[in-house]
Structure formats: C-alpha cells, structure tokens
C-alpha cells in the first residue's frame, strides 16, 4: 500500500467485524450454550489489520517527561509493548527527557536505548503548585542528569545501568547514537558539557571515549544584557579524568552554571539574568550533538553563541564552527589555544541571536539549524565538501509566518526518501502548534499542517517510508498525544493516543542504516 490510506480497506475491516458480531447474536440462547466457548488468538486479527494499515508497525518509543518514565508502543497492535518507570529505582524527580534506540533486528524481541532525565528544579518551570522542593525530594537522586541505560527483552524493560554513575557524568538533555551504532553522545545546556561514550557489551559498563566543556568570555561585560550580541569568544576545552578515581565528577547538579534548562526559545530569560545560577554569563547553551551521517563530524550544538562546532571524531579536535545567524560570516576559524588541557578558541564578532534543534540530511549534504527570536528562519549549510573548514552556509527556509518571535521552527527530520525535511512549528502556550514540510530540494515550504496540538516536539518516521508521526506534549499538563500523517502524499491520518507529557520520540531502527533517518542526525 502507498502512503495515501486506502478508505475502502478501512471500511472493509470495520465492516467485517460487524458482520461476525451479527451472526453471533443470531443464535438462539441454547444454541450458544451448546456451542464450545470461542476463541479468538487477540495478538492478530482485525484490529492488528486496521492499525497496521493505519499506523504502521514500527516501535515507537516516547520518553513521558514529567511523568517519569518512558512507553515502548507497538503502533500495529495499539499496545503497550513495555514501559518503565525511573521513581521504581530511586530516583525522586526523574523527568525522562531525551532518548535515542540503538538498531535492533526484532525490536519485538529485544532493544535498547538510552534515556537522559533532568531533575532538580527543572520540575519547577511549569508553574505547578508543588512542595517538592521542600519536601527534599530534589537533593540526591533528585538532582536528575542520569543516562539511563535501558534494556527491553521481548517481555518487559529493565534499567541495566545509569551511565551517570558509571562514568560520573551526568548530562540531562539530547542523546544522539553514532551512525555506527557503537556508541552516543550526550550533552546538556545547563552545564555546558558534551560527552561521548561507547557501546558496552554484556555485562560491561559504559566508559567515556572523550568529554568537553564549552565557556563563553563577552567581550562586553558591563551587562548580560550585551554578554552574547556584543560578541565574544567561545573556549572549547577538553576535560581530562581524574586519573586515580577514574572517574568525572560531574554528576547531578555538579557542573551546573544556571539552575535550570532554557525552554525552548528561552535564551533572552538569560541575558535578563532571569535565570539565576552560578554562571550564567559564561553560557554557550550546550544542549546537543548530532552526527554527520558519514560517522566522523560531529555537530556540537552551542545555543547562546548561536553555532555548531564541528568535532572530528576521529581525532577528537574541533575543527570548524558554523554560525547560523543571517547576516553573520557561516563559517569562523578554530584556533587551537592550550594543551594539557587541551583548548580551542572561536571569536565572535557578534551574535544576532539564539539558535537551536539541528541536523543533517540523511545523505550528509546539507546541515540546518533554528535560527530563533530575533530572527526566525533556518540556514541551511551545505556539507558535502569532504573538509567542513569550507562548509558554506548557501540560503535560509523563511516564510511570512515567521515574523517576531512565534510561531517558530523546532525540531527537524528527513523523510526516508530524502526529498523533504519535517519541520514542528512551536506556538506559546495553550496555542497549538503546527507541523510544516519544506522541499529538501529548494528549501521552500510545501505544506502546513495546522492546529495539530498543544506542544509539538520531536517527529520520527516510519523506515518503510509510510509515515511521519510527530509527538506533542501538551506543555505537560494540556492535551497530548501522536499525530501521524504519510510521507509522501502528506495527507492526515489521524491520531494515536500516548499519555504523559511526551518530549521526545524515536521508532526503534531494524537496520544500522536507519539510524540516518533517527536520533543521530537530527534533533
Ligand atoms: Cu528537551
Ligand atoms: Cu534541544
């Protein structure tokens, strides 16, 4: 079947179930009780055909944010196919924030993935009248930044290891796994931190393969207010492990230069100094990496200094920095500054505004990020030169909606044929938001689907090339759920319920190559 959803196969099976009802309310009382007591096998069947057809029948996997856990649906079947539940193991504010699935061959059978949560007062933000804090239930455990690293084997999930402890670095916000599949990168924007650790195997521990700090020096310091469109300069610099411990010590709140996250489009609350914190003139917004699909850049996404630093994984050094800012130069030189630890430096004439979610075209051409503010479009770069040094930034996706500060492109993916990129489109709260299509091709918005709920976050699509199913999250206390529409004739098909405050979601890959199209590449 194409994308389009084919309304007669749709009454068929809606029919056909009517149909066998009938006949079984024909019978008289005394045949029925004759009758050897039906049997239906409920694992198929009509309604397994019905939201097949309807949803598809990948997994899909959804983190609940403040509700504190994470839901595997089987969108074929309309179930749950596991969940869990990070209060169970002790954590006492567990906001399960982002994640990302590693490839598995029958995901019905078994995968994995890695979940990063906050904590501490991010659970404050959303104007809940709650004693938490008093309560002490945000000190320790409470603190969040753990990675948990979590495992479904056919029946149920199990937390199998927290690599906040492990390694002793705890980062609360984007997980992104390697094109490879051998390993993630996780970062998190309220301590500037990016660390990239490997694929433990059996019973081993995840260990760190290279860590790095991102601090930002104005060039104005009268004011926060100047620290970041005044310019300034962004220093890069490589942590070093305490070498008899052989562990970071940046767990929970440790490392933590403001309070808590910027939300989305929050950047200007800094500069107001309206998020306090220890630091917050020294923030470059670090929340997140995404992978180039060639699997040697990694894109270091530097919110505040509205850039993404580009990392050779290959030698772990920083060699280009993209600045997104229209009007500003795409591309500034790195310049190595110290060693022992290791330090680069990126100068910054200016910085026009905040910038956000990125990522890459699955074919690895062309990188994009949300320009957001004061200005409100999307570069885009093209990455096909095999050095980034001359990776240019070539035209923007703007449209007549995008004036002021809202609505505003979010989060981003790639349709499975490559000719369009999903754009959410966030609206403040209780508006809803919308869901956007841009031609990957000219980079001219093709279609707008509107009103689709309060929220909308991450998109994922199905890796047969059916469908695009786009997350909202109600800003955790209004409606939630799934939108789904096709792929290629983008058409609506309708709603999938999913119940907490969803901030994120992935269909867990079959093939090392679907992660081109998955959390990897894109935010
Ligand atoms: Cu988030
Ligand atoms: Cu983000």
Redesign the pocket.
């Known amino acids: 079947m194409s994308g389009s959803i084919d309304r007669r196969r749709l009454f068929q099976l809606l029919g056909g179930s009517v149909i066998g009802g009938g006949a079984y309310a024909g019978l008289g009382y005394a045949a029925r009780q004759e009758r050897k007591a039906e049997e239906n096998d409920c694992r198929g069947g009509k309604l397994w055909d019905l939201h097949h057809d309807l949803f598809g029948s990948g997994i899909l996997l959804s983190p609940q944010?403040l509700g504190g856990g994470t839901h595997a649906v089987d969108l074929a079947t309309n179930r749950t196919l596991a969940w869990i539940s990070y209060w169970n193991y002790g954590d006492t504010c567990p906001i399960s924030?982002?994640l990302a699935a590693y490839p598995s061959d029958d995901p019905r059978k078994g995968f994995e993935f890695i979940n990063s949560t906050q904590g501490g007062e991010n659970v404050l933000i959303y104007g809940i009248p709650t004693r938490i804090k008093e309560k002490g239930l945000l000190e320790g455990n409470g603190q969040g930044n753990h990675l948990y690293r979590v495992r479904y084997d056919g029946a149920q999930m199990t937390l199998v290891e927290d690599v906040a402890e492990s390694t002793g670095i705890g980062l609360g916000?984007?997980t992104v796994i390697y094109p490879d599949a051998q390993g993630f990168a996780g970062a998190d924007g309220q301590k500037d931190i990016t660390a990239f650790f490997d694929r433990p195997r059996g019973t081993e521990k995840t260990k760190v393969q290279m860590a790095f700090r991102g601090d930002w020096k104005a060039k104005d310091t009268s004011s926060l207010e100047r620290a970041w469109l005044g310019g300034g300069t962004l220093r890069f610099t490589r942590l070093v492990e305490p070498s008899e411990t052989g562990k970071y010590e940046l767990e929970g709140s440790k490392g933590n230069k403001i309070n808590w996250?910027m939300a989305?489009m929050s950047e200007l609350l800094v500069e107001r100094g309206q998020i306090p914190g220890d630091s917050p003139s020294s923030l470059t917004g670090l929340?997140a990496v995404v992978h180039h699909p060639g699997n040697r850049w990694s894109a270091v996404i530097l919110r505040m200094c509205s850039a993404a630093l580009i990392v050779d994984r290959a030698n772990w050094e920083p060699v280009a920095c993209l600045h997104m800012p229209k009007g500003s130069p795409g591309n500034l030189p790195v310049k190595k500054v110290g060693s022992g630890p290791d330090a680069w430096e990126v100068t910054f004439d200016d910085v026009k505004n905040p910038a956000h979610e990125a990522g890459f075209s699955p074919d690895g051409k062309s990188f994009v990020m949300m320009n957001n503010l004061r200005q409100n479009n999307i570069p885009v770069f093209d990455t096909s030169d095999p050095d980034p040094r001359r990776w240019k930034k070539v035209t923007y996706v703007e449209d007549p909606d995008w004036t002021g500060q809202y609505p505003s492109p979010f989060h981003l993916c790639f349709s499975m044929d490559r000719t369009k990129m999903f754009l959410s489109v966030l609206a403040p709260k209780p508006r809803d938001s919308e869901v956007w299509v841009v031609d990957a091709r000219t980079w001219k918005v093709i279609k707008k689907f509107r009103n689709v709920g309060p929220d909308c976050?991450t998109m994922a699509v199905s890796y047969d090339g059916k469908y695009v199913f786009q997350i909202f999250s109600g800003f955790q206390r209004l409606s939630c759920g799934l939108f789904v529409f096709t792929q290629d004739t983008l058409e609506p098909v309708g709603y999938f319920p999913n119940f907490g405050g969803h901030?994120?979601c992935v269909v867990v890959p079959t093939k090392v190559e679907h992660l081109l199209n998955s959390r990897c590449t894109t935010l």
Request: proline share 9%; net charge negative.
């Open positions: 944010k924030h982002h916000v984007h996250e989305p929340d976050q901030h994120d």
